[in-house]
């Protein structure tokens, strides 16, 4: 069976979305990354920073200053957080989107959202540190952080944001139907195999 | 660079030493999971029975019974806990295969003895629980313990003695080059691609 839908889940400065980015053209699947985030924007009147900042990232800071920077006032979240709220409206987004069209979704336990379904396609992007080092300050060049301290405090926010919403282990191979690890492939043949795999 | 080593970690139940067998038919490599247990038995005088019992599981039953039990009283441990001894042994058994031929090795934390060679390729094979009862069952037949539990048992034994040799998180992505669910592939489909990404 073929798979119309793909999710791609990565450590940060792995090339899973380069990679994701490849697989969607080469399918001529719709994509999904920061698409989705002003698709969340659109629904709830959410600010599109404020998305990208905590659509994939655990409560970190009060949500009581974050709501009241962000969020419309006019929008009502039933009692919920604006990290809860924003997971629902993100997560319907997400099932209404695979139930849509044939696409390539990145990050967003989207993986887990979508979970049962056969023509998905789950993929987890990985690579050693030093190697994701220096690709963050080659594409992102330089910061004030040295790299791997950028590295762990993005992966980490994502781990803890997979866990506190799905109850799972980010980066457990048993969450996926197949992880790469980038390096040791190269981004060219991930994509080959991630398009061999979603045809078969 | 073609791999010359292939590494093969596996859920019980999951097909990973039927791919594991397949794979190294396939490239004609030497092939090593009870072939193991035997060349351990010749380096340390230990029943194979033994090695098979406690070569990927860690200490679960007191060390001195066991020892008492099988263990070549005219082996010197030089102070080593029986299981330590072994683990020591195995992981020089795995070092001097590797270096002498090409090899599919499965299980045993050869993942992680042969982590920094470049001509390795280290695979995790996994499937949910369901496949695998239903796989287990059929091949190795029913028993007094439910399927599940007999899994549950098995892979909690795998991942103490993981941790407790590696520090590691035994089915974490990130210990693996390519981590396959069996069930969403197949058997053949994994066999392929192990095979296309070693001679890569």
Redesign the interface.
């Known amino acids: 069976m073929s798979k119309r839908i793909i999710t791609i889940s990565r450590?940060f400065g792995s090339g899973g979305r380069t990679i994701a980015k490849a697989v969607a053209e080469k399918l001529g699947y719709a994509y999904y990354d920061k698409e989705l985030i002003e698709k969340v924007a659109e629904m709830t009147g959410f600010d599109p920073k404020y998305i990208e900042e905590n659509g994939e990232y655990a409560p970190g800071k009060s949500i009581f200053s974050l709501a009241s920077s962000y969020i419309s006032s006019s929008r009502v979240m039933g009692g919920m957080s604006a990290y809860d709220y924003l997971w629902v409206v993100q997560r319907n987004a997400i099932l209404e989107i695979a139930d849509k069209e044939n696409c390539v979704i990145v990050g967003r336990c989207a993986d887990q959202i979508l979970k049962d379904r056969e023509d998905a396609?789950h993929v987890?992007i990985?690579a050693p540190l030093e190697a994701r080092a220096e690709r963050i300050v080659r594409l992102y060049g330089e910061s004030e952080k040295k790299p791997e301290e950028r590295l762990k405090e993005k992966d980490t926010k994502r781990s803890v944001n997979y866990k506190h919403f799905t109850g799972e282990?980010w980066?457990?191979?048993?969450n996926?139907?197949?992880?790469?690890?980038s390096e040791?492939?190269g981004i060219e043949?991930c994509v080959e195999?991630i398009v061999g795999?979603a045809k078969?």
Do not use: A, E
Not at 176 to 181: F, I, R
């Open positions: 450590q396609l987890y990985h282990v980066g457990d191979s048993r996926y139907d197949l992880c790469l690890n040791k492939f043949k195999l795999l078969d």
